[in-house]
């Protein structure tokens, strides 16, 4: 052949560790946060199994000041505040998880489908998100559990119910962003049709942001969750719930700080591991 | 040469973020004088802008690891000056044009309030504003950018940094973004500004520009100023084997098109094989009309529609390459999107042989990969499996790439090897017809010349029938045997590529050939 | 112009209406039966039956829905079960102390947004007023509430922390005793409503702050690094005039939207920082009604808030709007 051709060029040396290469942009802080996530899940589901003391049961005399055994005290009725906090974790934690995961699945399957189908599809799908997403959510949740009934579960549904729209409309908006790209026309161009198309070629690119706002949005579900617990619309006495421990607690603010304080601190801990790691998540993403 | 405006001695810069510094600049001593137009010539990554920057004292505070040397402008040193003295510098002594003047104007601000902080007088304004050609420039003070046009708006900016009588003017390829006709009257512009004794410090990528425009031409390569001379010394004879690479590597509308460009590391260069062109048509569109709703709002929020394509009668042969030249908003992108089949046609018929869609080569090559997948997954997408990887490791070399590549992700590949990796992928699929849109208008010259190469093998080799899209005439006539002329939606010439080229019939089409910088336009003749 | 404010109101009243029809829906899945709240647990079922008659519980639903949507324009929410009380009185008598200390709460949350988000902006050590927001947005409103009745009212004793005065029988013409402590001439009014407001109004500013403070420091960044900041700056215009004029408009619109956005939240947080601060507006009647399973009380304040919100972020969305000269009406 006469046409000059450069000779093949050379393979560029793969970078290895694409999760320390995360790590590394994330800060330090914030990778900690991260792992912290998964410690703060598992603590939450062997919680029942390793509390020191019947969170239940009178174990000591009430209203003891935090010390040795009774790393927080106890409570008016002599329970050991610690078991109460740890078990509490797990009525706070898991159940703000499974409201994220119902409403990202929800919300995500109804986003590729509005963003890959357009049309009516699209129209109805998202008018009924923009509905959703202009009402005041949690006054009607709180309005909705009001008329259900306290509960746990009903909480539950309530906020899942007002959750599932804002993962619609980014997994929407972030498919109609790719969708437009290049490399999906090209994809088309190649053959690439349907849902081959959008799992390969769509949906991927959708997790980075979708994966913020997850780990972000877990802070804000333990957030509401407390805020509807503290109301005394969670699980009746004598479950462990931070939110009705604070506000039981709340009256005695100035004699036994540690009642409504401890429940409360373990509430922000929470939160601020998952505010963390998903700003953390956030600047790595971007790549501020 | 006058007594300097500006002169740079021994400017070193080490630029990254944390520890990953490279060194930019690398020893870099050039100087400027009043009325001066000096170009700063140089390839993507030469450190040309970071030069311009650094004259500004602008370089991101955050990425700058080492900066050393001197850079005196009037009297008053930049490098290590305390920001007080820096933003003193940039509101008197030195202003620049930006290369892209669409996001250069604040949008919420009128242009009045933007060059009254420029530090311009009511009045003056007014003058500058004319005297860079724009009609009408009471309303112009009055408006929003938005309502501007590209070349408007880089008229603006060029008035804006003028209104202040800097020492010095830095214009970073103020061009490129721009429409080639309205690209030569920006350059017109700048050379006229040769009069205020301002010296101008002109980056461009393009020797062909700045033999048109500069009185001196310094080439710029990895961070070194490598010939500095008047510019038609360095046109003639360049000193360096980097501008006669660079120079060689150049193509106007005489370069020889018989045969393949020369490249680096080519010294005998054959001609190029007659191509047997087919007998059918490859691919035929016949009277294509398209509108789009981008017109003004009516009541309702309904947008007007807009005709963008306004009956296309083209035809490609098999082995036939017909380029289509236009500007932005000429119809162009549309029409190739059409005959993809990524749009379809509000009226008209288009037809094509073979079973096989026709293939298209993307404009942004990094952004027609899809990010997460490795490369040969996407070459070999939708093949059978037990050909797949040999069909891939094929393609591959037929492009000049490593088949090892197969395993590597986009960003992992440079735009050039990326351009060669979306080749492959259209060509495994053994489509009748190849549309190309703009492939090399975002590329080097050295990079375009490859590329150029490339496709132009191709086709003669597998008889493909190529849709050329491009604004750039030269690239249209080095490739294609015919070129087709869009206004506006509307096909205004067609005909052989050469016959276009010397002897056009329509009068956009001789706008389009004036508006390409040559460089026999001074120096060389 | 005139189109595009008329298709955003018809979108407002179309909000509204739905609204409506989640709280009728509500009253009508509730699982109690409002005549057996009436009658009491021990009344016989004809009794039970009648009151249903009466109240018109056994008519078809859209007739029933109809008849709750005329009592609303007549102003009629229905009878408070605890306080048997017009539940439109109730909210008559408690929107005012509410209003002040939303109001000034959003006053505060704005101005403290703008301080943090410039101070990330013009800092050196930026890192720390981001981690400090973090931390700041991680402290659920009830932690932050009894932080402030802690320490300025119990160990410090500067600011009162409970109710919103402390001068008896005071009582103005707006129902804001701020207000009317100004209009009345009365300083020491003004004085002591301020004190009690201090505290309560910080309580509910600090997510409020933090969330609109993190997205304005977020789109100060993006808008910062736009070439016509960069045209700014190489004007030799100093730093802080870069962010002022050229950063802070074209960076309003997200922490706008923010800013409505967190109104909304900030309901549920009203909540809990009246009943902390026993500030008696309609979040501690919430509270009450909320304990004592007073639905109709509770509808009823969830429209009326349902109301402000949604009208507060029409209006956020028509400022943006009108606000870009790039928007073609």
């Given at each position: ?24 942009r ?41 010390g ?29 998880l ?31 998100v ?131 304080i ?27 | ?20 510094a ?35 004292g ?35 002594l ?139 010394q ?15 590597a ?37 009277r ?37 030249v ?68 094929e ?89 087709a ?10 005909g ?8 056009p ?21 | ?26 009253q ?73 200390l ?20 013009l ?9 400090t ?6 402290v659920?409103?009830?932690l ?5 009745i ?65 997205s ?34 074209n960076?309003a ?11 909304g ?30 639905l ?7 429209l ?23 928007m073609?009406?």
């Amino acid at each position: 052949m006469t046409v000059a051709r450069p000779d093949p060029e050379t393979i560029p040396a793969r970078t290895p560790g694409r999760l320390r290469r995360l790590a590394a942009r994330m800060g330090w802080l914030e990778t900690v946060a991260l792992v912290s996530l998964g410690v703060i899940t598992l603590l939450a589901l062997i919680a029942p199994w390793i509390t020191p003391f019947d969170p239940y049961l009178r174990v000591a005399p009430a209203h003891l000041p935090p010390g040795w055994p009774h790393l927080f005290g106890t409570d008016d009725l002599g329970r050991d505040l610690f078991s109460r906090v740890l078990l509490g974790v797990t009525y706070t934690w898991l159940p703000g998880l499974c409201i994220i995961l119902v409403a990202l699945v929800v919300g995500t399957a109804l986003g590729l489908a509005a963003g890959t189908m357009g049309g009516t599809a699209d129209l109805v799908i998202m008018r009924l998100v923009e509905l959703f997403l202009v009402l005041p959510s949690t006054l009607i949740a709180l309005a909705v559990v009001a008329a259900l009934g306290p509960g746990l579960v009903n909480t539950m549904i309530a906020i899942t119910i007002f959750w599932w729209p804002w993962y619609t409309r980014i997994v929407r908006d972030e498919v109609c962003r790719l969708r437009v790209r290049p490399h999906v026309e090209a994809a088309r161009i190649g053959g690439s049709r349907g849902t081959a198309l959008v799992l390969r070629h769509i949906a991927p690119g959708v997790v980075p942001a979708l994966l913020v706002t997850a780990t972000l949005d877990v802070a804000n579900v333990i957030m509401t969750l407390s805020l509807m617990s503290f109301l005394g619309l969670g699980q009746p006495a004598p479950a462990p719930e931070l939110g009705a421990m604070t506000a039981r607690g709340i009256d005695s603010l100035t004699v036994f700080w540690w009642l409504p304080i401890l429940p409360a601190v373990a509430i922000m801990v929470m939160c601020l591991m998952a505010n963390l790691a998903g700003d953390g998540l956030r600047r790595a993403v971007r790549g501020a | 040469m006058t007594e300097p405006v500006v002169s740079v001695r021994d400017l070193v810069a080490d630029l990254g973020r944390e520890a990953e510094a490279t060194r930019v600049l690398g020893g870099v001593s050039f100087a400027v004088g009043a009325g001066e137009i000096v170009a700063l010539v140089g390839e993507s990554g030469s450190g040309k802008s970071t030069i311009g920057k650094a004259l500004q004292g602008l370089l991101p505070q955050d990425a700058v690891r080492h900066l050393s040397g001197s850079v005196r402008i009037d009297g008053t040193e930049v490098i290590g000056a305390d920001p007080r003295t820096l933003r003193d510098v940039r509101r008197r002594l030195v202003r620049a044009v930006p290369q892209n003047p669409m996001g250069a104007l604040n949008p919420t601000m009128t242009i009045g309030r933007q060059l009254a902080e420029s530090g311009a007088a009511r009045d003056d304004a007014e003058t500058w504003l004319a005297r860079t050609g724009l009609p009408d420039p009471r309303r112009i003070l009055a408006a929003y950018p938005h309502r501007l046009s590209g070349g408007q708006r880089q008229r603006v900016m060029i008035a804006m940094a003028m209104v202040a009588r800097p020492r010095l003017l830095i214009a970073d390829e103020p061009t490129t973004a721009l429409d080639v006709t309205v690209q030569a009257q920006i350059l017109d512009l700048v050379a006229s500004l040769r009069s205020e004794g301002t010296g101008v410090l002109f980056v461009t990528h393009d020797l062909g520009i700045a033999a048109g425009l500069a009185n001196r031409i310094l080439v710029c390569h990895r961070g070194q100023i490598v010939e500095d001379g008047p510019a038609a010394q360095v046109i003639r004879a360049p000193r360096a084997a980097y501008s006669r690479a660079l120079l060689r590597a150049r193509f106007d509308l005489s370069t020889d098109r018989s045969r393949p460009l020369p490249t680096a590391g080519t010294a005998e260069i054959a001609p190029w094989p007659p191509v047997a062109k087919g007998k059918s048509w490859a691919l035929e569109l016949y009277r294509v009309v398209k509108h789009f709703p981008a017109g003004p709002r009516g009541r309702w929020g309904r947008r007007q529609p807009v005709r963008v394509l306004d009956g296309i009668d083209l035809r490609i042969a098999a082995g036939e390459c017909v380029a289509l030249v236009g500007e932005s908003g000429s119809g162009k992108s549309t029409l190739l999107r059409i005959a993809a089949g990524l749009e379809t046609a509000d009226a008209g018929d288009v037809s094509r042989s073979g079973s096989v869609p026709p293939q298209v080569v993307f404009q942004d090559a990094v952004g027609a990969l899809t990010p997460w997948l490795p490369i040969g997954a996407q070459i070999g997408e939708g093949l059978p499996r037990d050909t797949r990887d040999t069909c891939i490791a094929e393609a591959l070399r037929e492009v000049g790439l490593d088949p090892a590549l197969a395993a590597a992700l986009p960003s992992e590949l440079s735009g050039g090897q990326c351009q060669r990796a979306c080749v492959a992928r259209a060509l495994i699929r053994k489509p009748s017809v190849l549309l190309c849109d703009e492939p090399i208008s975002a590329m080097d010259v050295s990079l375009a010349a490859q590329v150029l190469n490339l496709l132009n093998d191709i086709r003669r080799r597998a008889g493909l029938g190529m849709l050329f899209v491009t604004h750039d005439l030269a690239a249209a006539r080095l490739i294609a045997d015919r070129i087709a002329v869009l206004d506006k939606g509307r096909l205004v010439e067609e005909g052989p590529s050469e016959e276009v080229v010397t002897s056009p019939r329509a009068a956009y089409t001789e706008q389009l050939l004036a508006a390409v910088p040559r460089l026999s336009r001074e120096g060389l003749a | 112009m005139t189109g595009y404010l008329l298709r955003r109101a018809l979108g407002f009243v179309l909000v509204l209406w739905m609204v409506t029809v989640i709280v009728f829906a509500l009253q009508a899945i509730i699982p109690a039966d409002p005549a057996r709240a009436i009658t009491g647990p021990a009344a016989p079922a004809e009794t039970v039956e009648r009151v249903r008659g009466q109240l018109g519980l056994n008519d078809p639903i859209p007739q029933q829905y109809v008849r709750f949507l005329g009592n609303l324009a007549r102003g009629d929410l229905g009878t408070s079960v605890r306080t048997r009380q017009p539940v439109a009185d109730d909210l008559r008598r408690y929107l005012p102390a509410t209003l002040e200390l939303v109001g000034a709460a959003m006053i505060l949350g704005t101005a403290l947004a703008l301080v943090l988000a410039l101070a990330q902006m013009l800092l050196a050590r930026s890192g720390a007023v981001r981690m400090t927001m973090l931390a700041a947005g991680s402290v659920p409103i009830f932690l932050s509430a009894m932080l402030l009745i802690y320490l300025f009212w119990f160990s410090l004793d500067w600011l009162p922390g409970a109710g919103r005065i402390g001068i008896r029988r005071f009582e103005g013409p707006t129902g804001s005793m701020v207000i009317d402590g100004i209009l009345l001439g009365r300083p020491d009014v003004v004085g002591s409503a301020l004190a009690h407001l201090v505290l309560p109004a910080l309580a509910l500013a600090l997510p409020l702050a933090v969330a609109v403070g993190r997205s304005l420091a977020s789109a100060l960044h993006d808008v910062l690094r736009q070439p016509y900041a960069e045209t700014a700056r190489g004007k030799g215009l100093p730093e802080y005039r870069v962010v002022l004029r050229h950063g802070l408009r074209n960076a309003a619109s997200p922490p706008l939207s923010m800013l409505g956005l967190q109104l909304g939240l900030m309901f549920g947080n009203l909540l809990i920082v009246e009943r902390t601060f026993a500030w008696p507006g309609l979040g501690l009647y919430m509270v009450q009604s909320l304990a004592s399973s007073d639905l109709p009380a509770v509808l009823g304040v969830a429209l009326t808030f349902g109301a402000v919100y949604i009208l507060f972020n029409m209006a956020v969305e028509i400022v943006q709007t009108l606000a870009d000269p790039r928007m073609k009406l």
